[in-house]
């Protein structure tokens, strides 16, 4: 066989070859769907992610208003007209535990190792955070309960109790 007839038939082989192969490695159905999935999960565009987006924004709004019904043993006592996020008493603005390090040792080992010892909360003190939730009035009152709760954007319908703290 002369030398253009084995390259042609080399290439011709080779050719075939790749096709074979480029029809095995594509995404089989539920590849495609699983990865179209995916891409719709990366982008934001499912509901849970967009409730969860609803509900950053109105917390993170100071100035929304929220009616906040307390309950004591499943009886409604009260509600509160609020103003911004109702807040947990155990929120920290520093981290709940810290690392430190000891260094030394025995039987030669004298190299330093990181213990976890609980941090400061963040009034300087140690110990369990409070218990409970806090939340501000629009005149500026504080008000922390361990009372249940229920808040809502509108004042809930037959629920009759009376207004606490004045208005908001």
Known sequence: MNRKKRI???TAALGGTLLLTAGA?????????RNQLQA????????????LEEKRKREENPNAVRYLYLYSHGTPQ????TRGKVSSNGSQRT????????????????GC????VDGAQDDGSYGAPEPGIFFFLANGTMISTTLDYVQADQPI????VPLLGGAA
């Open 78 to 81: 009260g509600y509160y007209i």
């Open 157 to 160: 319908v037959g629920v009759n």
């Open 8 to 10: 042609a038939i080399a």
């Open 113 to 116: 190792q990181p213990i976890v």
């Open 95 to 110: 981290p709940e535990q810290d690392n430190m390090w000891t260094c030394g040792g025995t039987s030669g080992n004298y």
């Open 40 to 51: 719709q999960k990366s982008t934001g565009d499912t509901l849970e992610k967009k409730n």
């Open 25 to 33: 490695c594509g995404p089989t159905a539920e590849e495609t769907a």
